[in-house]
């Protein structure tokens, strides 16, 4: 490939590197350039372009990333179509993902122009999530390079996928005087939540006094199960407390005490029969991730547990809240973070001008009959979101009609002419005055969105670190709902013109959770063309 400024009576063929503005419309980035794309550049004034030119053996962007994306893809896990020079690979199921680093390693010795970077390993994903992307960084990449990566993702697995299975499980739980009965009922309840993700379910529950003796004849009665689980009353210190000493009196065998993970040191590993026996550390009574969450989801994964694999865990084992990894959490209506609970509120901006419409406002378009900005606004309502505020502008009286009757809060943008962004500033800075951590900024003309899309995004969201920012995913693209939070107040006020948050989402990459939901992620209805083929009917002014 030759890259460079390249004379436009020399550019049919070429790769463009990018993208150009016409008065007929726009050429994207990595456009292989036509005669008529040349004729219509030409017509613009315009002299040259900067661009590759292939040479023999050569693949695009999209060529090369489609072949290695194909090698890497397997039983379980999918491979996604080829954009921009990337492929995004999927978990066909829920499970844990077991990346093979040597093979991950020596593919991203090839080339530095071709890249793979996956998610950690063991990390418990659900089904559609996406677990790696493969990334080509120039417009094309020489045939033998890529050729390479093929043979070598043909000698060995990068990316595999240990399917969850449903387990039985039997808990156990000891009591003192000086534990309430409310505490044991939110354990069971956090546990059910955290063996849900897998189909796994508790069939059996006991509880006694913290005593080794009381334990010990409540394990020796459990029925069957695959796990028996057991919460102490007090922690287990030493080999010869009442946890440990209960399981070998019981006939069982304790094969670990102690894990390098921080919250989740005390944590017991064992037998009893053909069960693995788990004596769960304190913290596991919270839904927060703990090293409990890292031994159990491997238990439910069908892979191996030994005392060297919990040694070998202290890389990592200083644990903060991850947001991109699914979270058991106890149903209500907010989220938690450190036993607080989190505010999110939903904006909707409603305050457009429909002008790709060509004269019918698209926000009063109906759905079987409901008028689509009151179909959003009512699919916010029924999320967990705190609050809703609708932000109004064009044609605000008829929309606010619309949305009689249901319990929103109005802001009014009377600048919703000069762009998106007042829009967004307006609401966003209401959200904060409400209280809000974060706000989930909902557009009002994407009417395949259901609250679960948004009860996902929600349950995604921190105040700080990963998942600061959580965008809706369609197949890996980043698309809308997102949810920013609080932290980026001034630098939301600062926006201007008619862009959303995009340059917010862009310097902050580190930060962002994605949360896939399909379709529903990327359809608008910005035309009478997208409207009509969503359903829509619209009305006519």
């Known amino acids: 490939m030759r890259f460079g400024t390249v004379p436009l009576a020399e550019a049919e063929g070429a790769l463009l590197a990018h993208a150009q503005r016409l008065p007929g419309g726009r050429l994207p980035k990595g456009r292989r350039l036509s005669a008529g794309d040349v004729e219509a550049l030409r017509d613009a004034g315009i002299t040259e372009i900067v661009g590759a030119r292939l040479e023999p053996g050569d693949l695009t962007e999209d060529e090369a990333a489609a072949r290695i994306g194909g090698a890497l893809a397997g039983e379980a896990i999918g491979a996604g179509p080829a954009a921009t020079g990337r492929v995004n690979l999927f978990a066909g199921e829920a499970g844990l993902f077991l990346p093979d680093r040597s093979v991950v ?49 043909r000698q060995g697995t990068a990316l595999r996928l240990a399917p969850f299975a449903a387990r039985t ?78 399981v070998e009196a019981a006939g069982g065998v304790v094969e670990h005490l ?77 989220t938690e973070v450190a036993g607080e609970p989190l505010r999110v509120s939903a904006v909707v901006l409603a305050a457009g001008r429909s002008s790709r419409m060509g004269g019918p406002n698209k926000l009063l378009a109906t759905f079987d009959g409901v008028p689509l900005v009151r179909r959003s606004v009512e699919t916010a309502l029924a999320s967990r979101a705190g609050e809703v505020i609708v932000v109004t502008g064009h044609m605000e009286a008829e929309v606010r009609a619309a949305l009689v009757g249901l319990p929103v809060a109005f802001v009014s943008n009377p600048r919703f002419g000069e762009g ?37 995004m929600i349950a995604a969201f921190r105040p700080s670190g990963a998942g600061a920012i ?52 990327s359809l608008d209805v910005d035309t009478p063309e997208a409207m009509a083929e969503a359903g829509g009917r619209l009305v006519q002014a």
């Open 420 to 456: 998106l962004s007042t829009s967004l500033v307006a609401g966003f800075g209401a959200a904060l005055v409400g209280g809000a951590d974060g706000v989930l900024v909902m557009l009002a003309d994407q009417p395949l969105l259901t609250s679960a899309h948004l009860d996902a």
């Open 169 to 246: 499980a039997a808990l156990v739980q000891t009591e003192l005087a000086s534990l309430k009965p409310s505490v044991l009922d939110k354990t069971r309840r956090v546990l059910d939540d955290r063996l849900a993700a897998s189909g796994s379910r508790v069939v059996a529950e006991a509880r006694c006094r913290h005593r080794a003796d009381d334990l010990t004849r409540v394990l020796r009665d459990l029925p069957p199960a695959d796990l028996v689980i057991v919460f102490g009353a007090s922690a287990v210190i030493d080999a010869g407390d009442v946890i440990p000493a209960a």
């Open 105 to 153: 390693d020596a593919l991203n010795a090839i080339d530095p122009d071709l890249t793979l970077a996956t998610l950690p390993e063991y990390a418990p994903v659900p089904q559609g999530a996406m677990v790696a992307t493969v990334k080509i960084i120039p417009l094309a990449l020489p045939g033998a390079v890529v050729s390479e990566a093929v043979a070598l993702l």
């Open 258 to 334: 102690g894990m390098p993970v921080d919250p989740g040191n005390l944590l017991l590993l064992g037998r009893l029969g053909e069960a693995r026996v788990l004596g769960a550390p304190g913290c596991a009574r919270s839904p927060k991730e703990n090293g409990f969450d890292w031994v159990l989801d491997r238990l439910v994964a069908g892979v191996e547990v030994t005392p060297n694999d919990i040694r070998r865990m202290g890389v990592g084992g200083l644990l903060a809240e991850i947001a991109s990894r699914p979270q058991p959490r106890e149903t209500n209506t907010t």
């Open 470 to 521: 959580v965008l809706a995913a369609d197949e890996g693209r980043r698309a809308n709902p997102v949810i920013l939070s609080g932290v980026f107040r001034d630098a939301v006020a600062a926006l201007s013109g008619d862009v959303g948050a995009r340059g917010i989402v862009a310097a902050n990459g580190d930060l962002v959770a994605l949360v896939e939901i399909g379709r529903a992620a």
